[in-house]
């Protein structure tokens, strides 16, 4: 069972820049075969998909983000990004990655997920 941990959130004011950067304990060769992905939740609300990775490096991304954030994979324990641009009021949530044990399709749909992070707040001021 691997566990996964969020890096790199914080508070930025709109237009500005972060990168979440998800470690996996322990790194396994086998997560590169693995659907991976970041979703993020506001109180409230259902968690909701951002970006997901397949094994081949397909990638899907949410309408709401797309040309904003890139996600990228290393193979390496800090195996999976998201570089987050032109960041706006409405991305503040809490980020999580994911991963889930097949590597395709990777749906943006939280329940598909089979390992999670325990989050990394985002909070982007106007």
């Known amino acids: 069972q691997v566990q996964l941990a969020e890096s790199g959130g914080g508070s930025v004011e709109a237009g500005g820049s972060l990168r979440l950067v998800c470690t996996a304990s322990p790194y396994t060769e086998s997560i590169r075969s693995y659907c991976i992905g970041w979703f993020r939740q506001v109180p409230g609300k259902e968690r909701e998909g951002v970006a997901t990775m397949d094994q081949y490096g397909g990638t899907i991304y949410a309408d709401s983000i797309q040309g904003r954030f890139t996600i990228s994979k290393t193979a390496a324990k800090d195996f999976l990004d998201l570089q987050m641009y032109d960041l706006k009021p409405e991305d503040t949530a809490m980020y999580f990655c994911?991963?889930?044990?097949?590597?395709?399709?990777?749906?943006?749909?939280?329940?598909?997920?089979?390992?999670w992070g325990q989050g990394t707040q985002v909070t982007v001021s106007s």
């Open positions: 994911a991963v889930k044990s097949t590597g395709w399709p990777c749906p943006l749909t939280k329940d598909d997920y089979e390992e």
